[in-house]
Nanobody
Framework: QVQLVESGGGLVQAGGSLRLSCAASGRTFSILRMGWFRQAAGKEREFVAT????????SYGDSVKGPFTISRDNAKNTLYLQMNSLKPEDTAVYYCAAQTKIRIRSGVRWEDYDYWGQGTQVTVSS
């Protein structure tokens, strides 16, 4: 089992920045990949970014390329999402996710992962 807890969400003005964190605990040695997703009210869940836990290779959703950066600290078992130049349309609940089962996945689908956090709200005011 892996437990994931997000933090760092809040209210920010357009153009501002936030850094989200996702602390992993439990069987963290089994983590292969982690990712971020978001879901705005009334909209479908959207892929944000993913990172391979050991190699560090990354991939981003088209809507966040450039302003958002995913990173991780293996020693702290923590995943990060640095969000710059935030826009009102970035308002959503942000979720982190972890893949632990060995299988070939792109990491862009919610179903690619095995564990998910409960989410943290990000609100960007105009």
């Amino acid at each position: 089992q892996v437990q994931l807890v997000e933090s760092g969400g809040g209210l920010v003005q357009a153009g501002g920045s936030l850094r989200l964190s996702c602390a992993a605990s439990g069987r963290t040695f089994s983590i292969l990949r982690m990712g971020w997703f978001r879901q705005a009210a009334g909209k479908e869940r959207e892929f944000v970014a993913t990172i391979m836990w050991m190699g560090g290779s990354t991939s981003y959703g088209d809507s966040v390329k450039g302003p958002f950066t995913i990173s991780r600290d293996n020693a702290k078992n923590t995943l990060y999402l640095q969000m710059n130049s935030l826009k009102p349309e970035d308002t959503a609940v942000y979720y982190c996710a972890a893949q632990t089962k060995i299988r070939i996945r792109s990491g862009v689908r919610w179903e690619d992962y095995d564990y998910w956090g409960q989410g943290t709200q990000v609100t960007v005011s105009s």
